[in-house]
């Protein structure tokens, strides 16, 4: 392994230095994956349970593949996503990813995705919800090549605060060579309705109860396209969901 990372490094802007430490010499290098043309892949990323829980993915999509990834980070001290794809002409990409964390938690999807052959498409979905002082951070990057013609990647950043202590963080960045392309992001940081809260209310819901039925509807969207068993992410994430909004 390389030295640790600090601060400096843009990727690791946000990330816990500390708890990184505590890992780094046993950290793994990003396990490989190569999806051969025209084939598909569906991965659900479920939490290890462990207090520092840190996955690195090197991807790469041959001529048409289709790669769906699905991923719940929720540590109790430290989550970090990493995923780095090369896409190849035609393929498919999509993330569907979700920070939820309470107490001093800091989580984090760091993705960079390389378009480097024409007609690729990517997707990012990332929904964060953060409450007392945890931190949520999305840092996404996309290049495209000059041979990467008719892009097509979008990014959807949104999180919702429950607290005042707690901080969201998105940072995407574009790195454009090619001329006919379409590249769209967009950022956005929140707290619940007021009104909406005061209606759940008024339906005889707790105050817990309503707030975490309102985020259930937030997150709840990123694993409708799962094909097959959810594997219980959408359960765990609920139950994330619940503890946070209590």
């Not at 989580?107 to 995705?113: D, W």
């Not at 090549?145 to 607290?163: I, N, P």
Request: overall charge negative.
């Amino acid at each position: 392994m390389t030295a640790l990372p600090t601060r400096k490094l843009e990727a690791y802007r946000y990330a816990d230095i500390d708890a990184l430490r505590d890992v780094w010499d046993g950290l793994a290098q990003p396990e490989r994956v190569e999806i051969a043309a025209q084939q598909r892949l569906q991965q659900i990323w479920l939490p290890s349970g462990d207090e520092v829980d840190i996955r690195r993915v090197e991807m790469t999509l041959q001529k048409g593949a289709t790669a769906r990834i699905f991923a719940l980070n929720n540590a109790p001290r430290y989550g970090r996503f990493e995923l780095d794809v090369t896409m190849h002409e035609g393929a498919d990409f999509a993330l569907y990813g979700a920070n939820i964390g309470g107490g001093n938690s800091t989580l984090e999807i760091v993705t960079t995705l390389r378009h480097i052959a024409p007609g690729a498409t990517s997707h990012q979905t990332v929904r964060s919800v953060l409450g007392d002082k945890a931190t949520g951070s999305f840092l996404g990057k996309i290049e495209v090549a000059r041979e990467g013609q008719q892009t097509d990647a979008e990014q959807s950043v949104k999180a919702m605060l429950l607290h005042r202590g707690a901080t969201a963080n998105a940072k995407p960045e574009l790195e454009i060579y090619a001329d006919d392309v379409k590249c769209a992001h967009g950022a956005t940081v929140g707290e619940l309705d007021r009104n909406q809260l005061f209606y759940a209310a008024a339906r005889g819901l707790d105050p817990a109860s309503a707030r975490a039925l309102l985020l259930e509807g937030f997150v709840g969207g990123l694993w409708g396209d799962i094909d097959g068993d959810d594997l219980g992410i959408a359960d765990l994430a609920r139950a994330t969901l619940h503890k946070v909004a209590a």
